[in-house]
């Protein structure tokens, strides 16, 4: 078994082992505080109609259903601590894991897309790769979005599932974020690159890096010692990728153990048919662009699927395409593509490409409309989908992102937020559909550019 084999392996492995402690766990140690939980919640929903049916509020009945709900809520949080403390020590392993990925990956973005872009030279020429790169991720996100919306207007799993609707008074935990074309602007032009390193703002550090890199490439011949100094740097930071991702199968035991733990195997039969449909979905998506990658890169769009087996595991596993980033620019410059191409490219596309996170969303939304019974039109929908499209893209780094923008977007057509917690329960495994979709779709991206700009050459292994 070769040595990427074995890691992809024991990753699968410890997938599998995660599920199955955390299944024992959830079911011996942990069904008090989850049925403690599930009472004091559905205690504090029933409470809540009875409030909202009281016209008096001066009124004993009043107050005394008002006391009724403040205890079932303090009992539902006490509970929820004493949870998460016994989970602690798996959490921490894909905690110690995330935070060594987020370690690596501003500076290998910094030092690899200024020694791409500095051997790029010509502006000119980082003007076309860029043109080239952005008509790929804007034709790929509303083909993203716009079949999430077919999906689910195909499956309509809101109507199926009858799920009890929520207060509309419930508090999700999930604050919209509204992104003017103002904001957008301001966010991504750094006004410290310390800051933006210091942060992981992805998308700051790479127009940060754009400047950086022309400039290097032109001042002649005293750049090539800033690009000999980045590339070194870029080298060492890949091998100690090699060293963190030794970590990776703890992580994945971690972080699959404590999910089961806390939601227990009943939340993949209680939600199975949305679960099932939105990954019927996803894997719709896949095949499409691979379709598409077939058409610009032949057969060798099967050995780059083929080599991102580990990254898109990675990415499943722990939920998060970032921990991906290292090992799947690894792959793609293996697979033939150029440096400087994976290294303009790929950070991009964490900004601009989320494919998986874009079907999501209109699939997520329009779940939520159908579950409430509201009809959307199909003007509506696809007004829908545009801003979807706008709103996105400013919000990389912003924890649970999909479900921030989700909450801005379906306010503007009366659609309840509290819909969103008919989503919070099930996100982590959602995310981790999404996340492994837009390593396959960055991957993909990279590759066709590539070919675009003739850089592709034969593999390197």
């Known amino acids: 078994m070769s040595k990427n084999n074995r890691l992809t392996f024991f990753?699968?492995?410890?997938?599998v082992l995660g599920i199955v402690l955390g299944y024992v766990l959830n079911v011996q140690s942990f069904d008090t505080y989850n049925t403690k939980i599930t009472n004091a919640d559905n205690l504090a929903k029933s409470t809540e109609v009875k409030i909202g049916a009281i016209k008096d509020t001066t009124s004993v009945q009043y107050?005394?259903?008002k006391t009724v709900k403040a205890e079932a809520l303090k009992t539902r949080r006490e509970n929820e601590k004493i949870r998460e403390e016994k989970l602690e020590p798996l959490t921490l392993l894909s905690d110690i894991f995330l935070r060594l990925i987020k370690m690596i990956v501003?500076?290998?973005?910094?030092?690899?897309?200024?020694?791409?872009?500095?051997?790029?030279?010509?502006?000119k020429a980082v003007g076309r790769i860029g043109g080239?790169?952005?008509?790929w991720f804007l034709s790929a996100s509303l083909l993203s979005l716009f079949l999430g919306m077919i999906m689910v207007n195909i499956f309509r799993p809101g109507e199926a599932m009858h799920l009890p609707l929520p207060s509309s008074h419930e508090d999700t935990?999930?604050?919209k974020v509204a992104v003017s074309m103002k904001d957008f602007i301001s966010h991504?032009?750094?006004?410290?690159?310390?800051?933006?390193?210091?942060?992981?703002?992805?998308?700051?550090?790479?127009?940060?890096?754009?400047f950086f890199g022309v400039a290097t490439a032109a001042i002649g011949e005293k750049g090539k010692i800033i690009i000999e100094f980045f590339d070194g740097v870029a080298h060492v930071i890949l091998k100690m990728t090699g060293y963190v991702m030794n970590f990776a199968p703890f992580a994945v035991f971690g972080a699959m153990a404590a999910i089961i733990a806390k939601q227990g195997l009943s939340v993949l039969s209680t939600y199975a048919l949305f679960i099932g449909e939105f990954y019927s979905s996803m894997l719709m998506l896949w095949l499409l662009l691979i379709m598409i990658g077939y058409l610009i890169l032949k057969k060798r769009v099967f050995n780059l699927m083929d080599r991102m087996k580990e990254p898109v595991l990675v990415a499943f596993s722990t939920a998060s395409s970032e921990a991906a980033y290292p090992k799947t620019m690894l792959q793609l410059e293996r697979f033939g593509c150029k440096d400087k191409i994976v290294s303009f490219v790929l950070p991009l596309g964490y900004s601009f490409n989320l494919d998986g996170s874009m079907l999501y969303m209109t699939f997520a939304s329009l779940f939520i409309a159908q579950s409430y019974g509201i009809h959307l039109s199909?003007?509506?929908?696809?007004t829908m989908l545009l801003i979807l499209m706008l709103t996105s893209k400013g919000i990389a780094g912003v924890p649970r992102a999909s479900l921030v923008v989700i909450a801005g977007t379906i306010s503007t057509f009366n659609i309840p937020e509290a819909g969103l917690a008919l989503l919070i329960g099930i996100d982590p495994l959602l995310d981790m559909g999404r996340s492994a979709t837009?390593?396959?779709?960055?991957?993909?991206?990279?590759?066709?550019?590539?070919k675009w700009e003739g850089e592709l050459t034969e593999p390197l292994d």
Not at 110 to 116: C, M, P, R
Not at 132 to 135: G, S
Not at 378 to 382: D, E, L
């Open 173 to 175: 935990g999930i604050h």
């Open 132 to 135: 080239k790169t952005m008509l």
């Open 63 to 65: 107050a005394q259903l």
């Open 378 to 382: 199909f003007q509506q929908q696809i």
């Open 438 to 450: 837009n390593v396959i779709g960055n991957s993909i991206a990279t590759a066709v550019v590539s």
């Open 188 to 210: 991504i032009i750094p006004k410290s690159m310390a800051e933006a390193m210091a942060t992981n703002e992805i998308l700051q550090i790479v127009v940060f890096s754009l």
């Open 11 to 15: 990753i699968f492995l410890a997938l």
């Open 106 to 123: 501003a500076p290998l973005v910094f030092a690899t897309l200024v020694v791409g872009v500095a051997k790029v030279g010509d502006i």
